[in-house]
């Protein structure tokens, strides 16, 4: 399957600054990928898909000015969360769509921990 | 809408034990049904799926079966090691729709 990289693997930054998120298709051209984020103890939340060559689908709830996703190729999809507040701390994770057909699979990035001060 | 619930954790057992964390799911239509696995620090990774109704997922000795009659998919081990203390979700997707619909998860720690 393909293999999936998050950088950085965490990050600590202060109340209203932005931090930028990316993720890699290492081996796999990826047309589609996912942003999660995931809370403590709890399930993944889709927050956007993001399309190579146009604009995210943001799931409802999700601010898309405050979390900007970026697919500029098939292989890097960045996400920047926005004037940064405590509450956007968390881990974030990507995946990469594999395969166009109904069974399709996802592989995860090892995640992000984005702690905001 | 599709959903999947899945048993609350934690689960503490002991090596060697009988492993079972049970999965049900709300869909339209014909979903494909996947377990998926996160180890401490470490990312999601695909434990094993199956694609339509009676398929037997299997794979590190974990097995799930496909009910589309109970609409189940209950993950199964015969006897956990301390290396499975994980996090484990039961997931779904419908159709020709792309995105995974995630169980709450269930914790499982083994001990020796």
Redesign the interface.
Known sequence: GAVVSQHPSWVICKSGTSVKIECRSLDFQATTMFWYRQFPKQSLMLMATSNEGSKATYEQGVEKDKFLINHASLTLSTLTVTSAHPEDSSFYICSVLEGGGPYNEQFFGPGTRLTVL | GNSVTQMEGPVTLSEEAFLTINCTYTATGYP?LFW?VQYPG?????LL?A?KADDKGSNKGFEATYRKETTSFHLEKGSVQVSDSAVY?CAL?G??N???I????T?LAVNP
């Open positions: 494909s998926y470490e990312g999601l990774q695909l799926k694609t979700f997707t159709g020709n792309r995105k995974l995630w169980g709450l998860g914790s």
